[in-house]
């Protein structure tokens, strides 16, 4: 807050009647009443320049509370138009990014609705953008109509006032004190040329005097001036945010219409959510029902024997999930339970009318991508399969296969070791390829 203690006319009126003071008493022409004059002129100064400086400090500490308070307003207009920036791009990135999302429908043609929802995002993004537009106006403006004109007052304004006018003030009053000091202690045992010292320290006063008045009327200047240059200009920065404000007021006005045609269509997109989602449960609990019936894990424990299951219903493709015993390299002497053995997940499709089993790694770690694990396909031609006896392997519902791999010059047999995931998935496998028991 600005606060004037006191009213710089009383400064004017205070040396208006020093000087007077000071004229009236270098008018005297003999040695008497010069040390008459002498004396008096020291009271005067005595008097006077006390409470002169004391109401001219008040004023100059009220001008050096106002340059620092100006200086934090325009740090902290700085620092608003710099947040203002960051906020602009944050805005203008959430813009982008809406513009970019696309809702893809994979498999059904969308409606007209499910459009007009799928379009509504890239027009948000072109709203928030309308309207940083008008705000980057105002950020581009800040520095130029607002932020510089208050720097300006402060450094040219009140500034010069403490630093330039004030040095000069302080130095004239020192000059005249300097020559008081030696017109005081001119001797008048000595022939002196007085009327010579009084025109000189006349000349020197008069300076001094103009300039105190000089200081005065840049003081009382700069403070009127701050109740109109500098509230004028922070009146118009706000206004500026105002028409902003009202800028965005309006664009949402015209944007209304659209928001409540996209609100509505959300909205039925809601309902008829909510008036299928009871579908959707039954649906579910069916296809559950049905994926329980024919699961080969759940099949074998027999807890529903009316409802048929996939043992009873022959086909001629038999397709699933597998694991193939790898190769070892270690000698078969070893015992079996020596060395772990590696196991790897295939889903395989055999084919009974022409023998041909069709085998694809799958790794379920790792999203692979089904053009490459295509390209990884391996078929063989079957040759018999023989399920595996309990005591001749560590793990559950093995059955080796016998295929023959093609080679460059001719074609070999080779025996494969595989799992089913159930006893009832490995005897569907067997019943598929002609398996038979182990000897």
Same mark, same amino acid.
């Given at each position: ?12 009126? =205070? ?11 270098? &008018? ?97 993004? /072109?709203?928030?953008? %309308? ?33 330039? /006018? =004030? ?23 000595? &022939? ?11 000349? %020197? ?59 509505? &269509?959300?909205?039925?997109?809601? %309902? ?13 609990? =069916? ?16 807890? /529903? ?8 219903? #022959?086909?001629?493709?038999? %397709? ?30 055999? *084919? ?40 001749? #392997? ?21 025996? #494969? ?10 005897? *569907? ?11």
């Amino acid at each position: 807050m600005f606060v004037l203690k006191h009213q710089p006319s009383k400064l004017l009126i =205070k040396i208006e009647d020093q000087t007077k003071a000071n004229k009236s008493l270098l &008018k005297k022409g003999n040695l008497e009443e010069a040390e008459e004059v002498e004396e008096q002129e020291g009271k005067e100064e005595e008097e006077a320049d006390p409470w002169f400086r004391q109401n001219l400090r008040e004023h100059e500490s009220v001008l050096e509370a106002a340059h620092r308070d100006i200086k934090n307003i325009e740090l902290q207009c700085r620092e608003l138009i710099q947040c203002t920036r960051k906020l602009s791009a944050a805005q203008r990135a959430f813009a982008k990014a809406l513009k970019e999302f696309r809702f893809i429908t994979i498999g059904t043609t969308q409606t007209d609705d499910e459009r007009k929802i799928a379009e509504c995002l890239s027009k948000y993004g /072109d709203f928030i953008n %309308q309207i940083e537009d008008h705000r980057e106006k105002i950020v581009e403006d800040s520095e130029k109509h607002y932020i510089e004109p208050i720097r300006k007052f402060r450094v040219e304004g009140i500034g010069k006032v403490l630093h330039d /006018d =004030k040095k000069r003030f302080e130095k004239e009053s020192r000059n005249f004190y300097i020559s008081l000091e030696k017109y005081l202690h001119l001797s008048t045992a000595r &022939k002196n040329n007085f009327e010579k010292a009084d025109e000189q320290l006349s000349a %020197q006063q008069a300076i001094f005097c103009k300039c105190g008045l000089d200081y005065v009327t840049a003081i009382q200047s700069i403070q009127e001036r701050m109740k109109f240059e500098f509230v004028e200009t922070l009146s118009s920065f706000l206004y500026s945010w105002l028409t902003f404000y009202h800028v965005g007021h309006v664009t949402h006005e015209d944007f209304k219409p659209y928001l409540g045609e996209v609100q509505s &269509k959300v909205q039925k997109a809601k %309902q008829s959510f909510e008036e299928t989602k009871e579908q959707y449960e039954q649906l579910k609990d =069916k296809m559950l029902k049905i994926h329980l019936k024919n699961a080969v894990v759940f099949a074998e424990s027999g807890a /529903d024997s009316e409802l048929p299951t996939p043992s009873n219903v #022959i086909s001629n493709i038999k %397709q699933g999930y597998v694991f193939m015993l790898e190769k070892s390299k270690i000698p078969k002497t070893i015992g079996r339970d020596v060395l772990s053995s590696r196991w790897t997940k295939y889903y395989c499709v055999y *084919q009974k009318e022409t023998r041909i089993l069709t085998m694809m790694p799958v790794n379920s770690t790792v999203k692979s991508d089904m053009k490459e694990a295509i390209g990884q396909l391996t078929t063989y031609k079957l040759r018999s399969c023989t399920r595996r006896a309990s005591d001749s #392997i560590d793990k559950r519902f093995c059955f080796d296969i016998v295929v023959v791999v093609t080679g460059e010059s001719s074609d070999r047999e080779e025996m #494969i070791t595989l799992q089913a995931i159930s006893e009832e998935d490995r005897r *569907q496998w067997l019943d598929a390829m002609d398996g038979r028991e182990p000897f």
